[in-house]
């Protein structure tokens, strides 16, 4: 039978409007909120839970994760059994959610079998919407090879891979065709240099005009899009002409070009916790001068380009790209985003953007009567106070995913 929950006693926060509002009810009838309002008359079997005034708001949406990277070591992600590989990315999917993270997207390595088991409830943790593997030229940002390894792109089918190498705009079409077939709900490259792979420094530019228009043009006929790795102004620019959709990272961008974007319709996706954390831990992890410096390059860029992004006008998503031991460090993006944005402008960022980059809009990122029922009771007001969307869940006493419940403290 279907299960009812009714929610009193709360204040709901509506994400896009930045606003609270006093006094009103929100019921839960299977997976969807099916009423919110004053004084709502439950089913009788309803079980009702009084929030005591804390805020209700919808679950947070994480738009650039890595699921299948449990660990730092990244050749030991990709030769992991299968088996082990799954069972690892159930635990990083089931650690978002306990930080309040109710959809995430994959943006290279989770495949339709992860997606499969959270919708089947053989894990329990977010919505997940993918890409299936990050498509690299060789050399590129998910090639892994060291200059001397001359072996084929090994391991590019393993669930611990994050990338697959393809070069030519004919394979290029085939491996689009490929990931779509397979569920990808958007295709990923790898269009500019990286930090965490040995061969490309951050200012290469990767793939020929040709072969990103081909994914474009593939993604487009499926109804989808493109979104693409890229620090520097002129990869984002280069991208955001050749009708790429999802900019990733953009910690080096410039005005002109984020205005350009925002005109076309882009959507920016920065992830400044990735590189303060390994800045944080670099050292103990054995990263060299090398990679350090690349760090150091995309680092400082981070807080300025969301001034100009915000500037410009151009929507930005919540991302994290946290590897393996990083995860901790998660809900420190907030605490970055805060430097610059105002609270309701990062709330929205985590959830109506987030829900528009991944096509969830009125599905997710919202507390509305006919969406899916992704809620958080939390404590104290995140328009006033950000810290309490931090803490690994610990101001979050309900957490509700598609109307499970994956954490209730005021039953």
């Known amino acids: 039978m279907t299960s009812s929950t009714l929610f009193t006693g709360g204040r709901v926060l509506d994400a896009e409007q930045g606003t609270l509002a006093d006094g009103l009810d929100v019921l839960v009838t299977g997976d969807r909120i099916v009423a919110v309002g004053e004084n709502i008359a439950a089913p009788s079997d309803a079980v009702t839970i009084d929030v005591g005034g804390r805020t209700i708001m919808p679950g947070l949406i994480d738009c650039h994760v890595h699921v299948v990277a449990e660990t730092l070591d990244l050749w030991g992600n990709m030769t992991a059994p299968a088996s082990l590989a799954a069972l690892r990315s159930a635990r990083v999917i089931s650690e978002a959610l306990l930080r309040g993270f109710t959809t995430l997207r994959d943006l290279g390595g989770a495949d339709y079998g992860l997606v499969r088991a959270v919708n089947e409830g053989v894990i329990t943790g977010p919505r997940i919407v993918i890409c299936g593997k990050g498509l690299t030229t060789t050399g590129g940002h998910a090639d892994l090879r060291s200059r001397t390894d001359d072996r084929p792109g090994i391991f590019s089918d393993r669930l611990g891979s994050m990338g697959l190498i393809v070069d030519g705009v004919d394979n290029v079409r085939a491996a689009c065709r490929t990931m779509i077939k397979e569920g990808a709900n958007f295709i990923k490259v790898m269009a500019n240099g990286g930090v965490s792979s040995p061969n490309d420094p951050i200012h290469s530019i990767q793939y020929s005009r040709e072969e990103i ?199």
Request: aromatic share 4%; with cysteine; glycine share 10%.
């Open 213 to 411: 228009l081909a994914m474009v043009e593939e993604a487009e006929n499926a109804g989808l899009y493109v979104a693409a790795h890229v620090y520097t102004d002129k990869a984002i620019r280069r991208c955001v002409e050749l009708g790429v959709h999802s900019l990733e990272h953009c910690n080096l961008i410039e005005p002109e070009t984020a205005r350009l974007a925002a005109e076309k319709g882009c959507i920016a996706v920065p992830t400044l916790v990735a590189y303060d954390a390994l800045a944080l831990e670099g050292e103990a992890l054995g990263l060299g001068a090398a990679e350090f410096a690349k760090i150091e390059v995309v680092r400082s860029g981070g807080l300025r380009s969301l001034e100009i992004m915000r500037d410009a006008g151009l929507p930005m998503a919540f991302g994290s790209d946290l590897l393996g031991q990083l995860r901790k460090y998660h809900c420190m993006e907030f605490e970055l985003l805060a430097k610059v944005l105002t609270n309701a402008e990062i709330i929205r960022s985590a959830t109506t953007i987030g829900a528009r980059l991944c096509r969830l809009e009125g599905e997710a990122g919202v507390v509305a009567a006919g969406a899916s029922a992704d809620l958080l009771v939390v404590d104290g007001d995140p328009l006033e106070d950000i810290s309490v969307l931090q803490g690994d869940g610990a101001h979050m006493p309900v957490i509700m995913t598609r109307g499970q419940f994956a954490k209730n403290q005021l039953h």
